[in-house]
Structure formats: C-alpha cells, structure tokens
C-alpha cells in the first residue's frame, strides 16, 4: 500500500482551522481530526459541529478519530455527516462489531484504534469488520508526546495478522510520528502516518508533509 500522510489539525490553530486545512491540501492524502470528549481522555477538542464545518472548507478527506466515551452512540453521526474515515476506540466501544458496521453503511471506512497498552491479538476477528487499524504510539489525549518505542513490536505484530488476513486493511499511527521516528514506523509496517507538531509545528507545513512522506517511502 502506498505511504499516506494525514496531518493532525490537534497542532493546528483552532481559531484559523479552514486556513490550516488549506495549508496541507493537495499535498496530504488527509486530515485527521481528533474528537476529544474530556471522559475517555483527559483533554476536550471538537465535536460534529466543527467536523461539518471543516467538511465545507476543505477537499481534503476527513479522518476523524474518536476518542469518547460512548462511540456506538456517537461514530455514525460522523460518518454520516461525510468524514471519509471514522475511527472508535476498541477500549470504548461496548458494541464494536455493529459500530463499524453502521460506519461502513453510511459510507466512511471503519478504524478501530487500540492504545499503546492493548495487545493487538485480542482483536484479530475483527480485522474483517475494519479498513484501518490504529496502533496508537502515544497515551492519547494531547499532541506534542514523545514516540513510544516500546509500540513498535506491536505494528509489527498488527501487520503479521493484517497481511494473514489478505493485507487489504490499512496500518495506521498516531503519536510522536516525526522526521525522526516515521521510518522505523514504516519499517514495523505502518502505511499510513498521523503527524501533529512534525506537520503543523514546522514553518511550511506542506514541505514537512512532502519530507515524511520521501522518508517513509525510502525506509
Ligand atoms: O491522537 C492524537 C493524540 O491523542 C494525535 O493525533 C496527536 O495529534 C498527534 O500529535 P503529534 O504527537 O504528532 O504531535
């Protein structure tokens, strides 16, 4: 699968959100947008309101990830409303299989996010309900975190099982992705890379998307 770079507007200036999104398209393959509910993580973000706005002001595919408490209730209303991807926590989510189903039906590809801590193994059924798994590479709930080594074998492991199961699902990381930490995310497997303050925290934000996207292809 070819690399996919998808910044995170979590770096970005939330009082300037359309000028941002501009900033990264035509260069990133998509935004990615992280819903933050105070419960499920200890920091509040956005919600639906912002994710329709921003639908309206870019091109850009919207890559939502929902880290909230009450996934099942809340996922399909994103999907719904036309992000191109919606993510649930498999550590939230109480009704997994129907939520992802519901997702699909109303259009989005269907992620499930697992935390640094999860074991991978424990969600190999669901592989065929999924477009994309995300192997989170920090705690979530805030950007700027160091990259958590120790999650390594954990991409690799998902990879094992995601090419076990014919490879069609995307391998995704978040947290800590950077100059100097994509290449060895690709080298686990990863395919496709969320970048917060390597992306919105550099002075050209499309050149820092260019960059991540030459290292992880060459890695
Ligand atoms: O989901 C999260 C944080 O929970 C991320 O999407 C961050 O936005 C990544 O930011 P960086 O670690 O790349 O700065």
């Known amino acids: 699968m070819a690399v996919q770079i998808s910044p995170s ?8 959100l359309a000028d941002e999104a ?8 998509w935004l990615h947008v992280d819903v933050m509910d105070y419960h499920f993580v200890p920091n509040l973000t956005l919600g639906l309101p912002v994710v329709e706005a921003l ?7 919207i890559d939502c990830h929902l880290m909230i408490d009450d996934p099942d ?13 919606v993510t649930i926590h498999a550590e939230a989510a109480k009704a997994a299989v129907r939520t992802l189903r519901t997702i699909r039906a109303a259009g989005a590809r269907a992620g499930l996010a697992l935390n640094p801590a999860t ?17 989170m590479t920090v705690e979530p709930g805030f950007g700027g975190q160091r990259f958590l080594d120790m999650v390594l074998p954990k991409v690799s492991r998902a990879r094992s099982l995601i090419d076990k199961h014919g490879g069609q699902v995307w391998l995704q990381v978040d947290g800590g992705v950077s100059d100097e930490t994509i290449e060895r995310c690709a080298e686990a497997g990863a395919d496709v890379f969320v970048a917060g303050n390597a992306v919105y925290g550099a002075d050209d934000p499309a050149a820092a998307v260019r960059a991540l996207r030459a290292l992880a292809e060459n890695a």
């Open 73 to 85: 209730r809340w996922a399909p209303g994103y999907a719904e409303a036309g992000a191109a991807s």
């Open 9 to 16: 507007i979590l770096s970005a200036d939330f009082a300037r």
């Open 55 to 61: 639908l309206k002001a870019t091109s850009t595919p």
């Open 119 to 135: 074991a991978v193994d424990g969600y190999e059924d669901l592989l065929p309900e999924i477009d994309m798994l995300l192997v």
């Open 22 to 29: 501009a900033r990264v398209e035509g260069v990133a393959d």
